[in-house]
T-cell receptor, first 113, second 111 residues
């Protein structure tokens, strides 16, 4: 079955770059997503990438996709204390009935001043 | 435009009690989903619906029932709550299935 793996915790200093990594197992995945969850809140879609792309950039966010290694990363440039949150990687396998997603367990990002 | 709204936000139940969680979306989305989030487990799909009057089981459906009588609403029911159902429940909706929009969650404790 599908499985999405993420490291559990990342700590950075304000102003540094953060890189959150994710590996997935289903090579047929058509879309890959990054969601952000702030304390006590729901999940907010940050960005997503189609499986036929290698990179996507959106302001401070850069997503890199290595399909050969089934590896997805999210880079946050100039990380701010407001970026402290849990970040979830998710995949949409091609055979997922009705577009169900498989989520990783989340990476907690802590940004210190 | 409120997006996805979940009620209630918090609830405490005793074992054996029943309750219904309501999810409402105003984006005219066809697809709706219920997830539960537990520490260290990420999000797991309970049930989902691809349109009014249709429902399907997800990864962890046992102990839950759902109904989608109106397109904008997706109800999650617990007939006889158990402590193992203590969790944070999230509803999501999607237009074509590619992008899911989430509600703020319902925090449920079963004592």
């Amino acid at each position: 079955g599908e499985d999405v793996e993420q490291s559990l915790f990342l700590s950075v200093r304000e102003g540094d770059s953060s890189v959150i990594n994710c590996t997935y197992t289903d090579s047929s995945s058509t879309y890959l997503y990054w969601y952000k969850q702030e304390p006590g809140a729901g999940l907010q879609l940050l960005t997503y990438i189609f499986s036929n792309m290698d990179m996507k950039q959106d302001q401070r966010l850069t997503v890199l996709l290595n399909k050969k290694d089934k590896h997805l990363s999210l880079r946050i440039a100039d990380t701010q204390t407001g970026d402290s949150a849990i970040y979830f990687c998710a995949e949409r396998p091609a055979n997922s009935g009705y577009s169900t997603l498989t989520f990783g367990k989340g990476t907690m990002l802590l940004v210190s001043p | 435009n409120a997006g996805v709204t979940q009620t209630p936000k918090f609830r405490v139940l005793k074992t054996g009690q029943s309750m219904t969680l309501l999810c409402a979306q105003d984006m005219n989305h066809e697809y709706m989903y219920w997830y539960r989030q537990d520490p260290g487990m990420g999000l797991r799909l309970i049930h989902y619906s691809v349109g009014e009057g249709t429902t399907a089981k997800g990864e962890v459906p046992d102990g839950y029932n759902v109904s989608r009588l109106k397109k904008q609403n997706f109800l999650l029911g617990l007939e006889s709550a158990a402590p193992s159902q203590t969790s944070v429940y999230f509803c999501a909706s999607s237009y074509g299935g590619n992008i899911q929009y989430f509600g703020a969650g319902t925090r449920l404790s079963v004592l």
